[in-house]
């Protein structure tokens, strides 16, 4: 699969959305490609273009979304928030939303993946379904909201934050999603790449909901498909009508 461009540190180039600003907390929504925060060999990362385009080296992130994932990562810009932000994330106070496209129609439409994962040694993959003593619990709320040809439009909420949770759970469901060079589909993945131009994973975190940790309000906040997720939406359904 192509890789995007990796941006070094240091550069001007700048490819996040700020969704919401505050003088405690930021919500961007990063672009795929883009790592959250760890680079190691010097890649400049989504964290550090905010310190250098905020002039604030203490602006952390609070979560992180896989390179190839988009859509919204919360940071803290002082101390205190992003310990507040930090105890939320652990006791569960955000609520994530996602879209997936996953190869094939989820069966039942709606439901819930409630299989627990741990961390493996492996070239390739992080984790995978276990019931070993280590294993973490991982929940995934799902549902169906739209069937194109081949493939379903999924609304998935995740209750746990666990490491590919999306990716290993839809997996296991027997309906990976697409794109996914590591658990997905590799026949469904190449008809995506091939005929509607999808070059990675689709996986979106689209909507946040949580408590403003120094203000109290609630923040309900969306970050809209970006251009290569919905024109393979826009091509799969136009071929849907061409096969009726």
Known sequence: MPRPRKPQRGSSYRSFAIVYEDEHLLVVSKPAGLLTNMAEDGEQTLQDQLRKHFKQPEIAAVHRLDRYTSG??????????????????????????????????????????????????????????????????????????????GFALVAATIRTGRTHQLRAHFEHLGFPIAGDNIYGNKKANGELRHHFGLQRQFIHARELAFRHPVTGAELKLQAKLPKDLSGVLKSLRQSGLQQT
Do not use: C
């Not at 106070?93 to 989820?106: D, H, I, Q």
């Not at 039942?108 to 276990?130: C, M, Q, W, Y």
């Open 72 to 149: 919204l990562v919360v940071f803290g810009r002082t101390p205190g928030a992003l310990s507040a932000l930090g105890e939320m994330l652990r006791d569960g106070g955000f609520e994530k939303r996602y879209w997936v496209l996953t190869a094939g129609v989820p069966n039942p439409r709606r439901g819930t993946i409630d299989v627990p994962l741990a961390k493996i040694e492996h070239p390739r993959r992080k984790v995978a379904v276990s019931n070993a003593p280590e294993a973490q619990s991982a929940v995934t709320d799902y549902q169906v909201e739209e069937e194109l040809p």
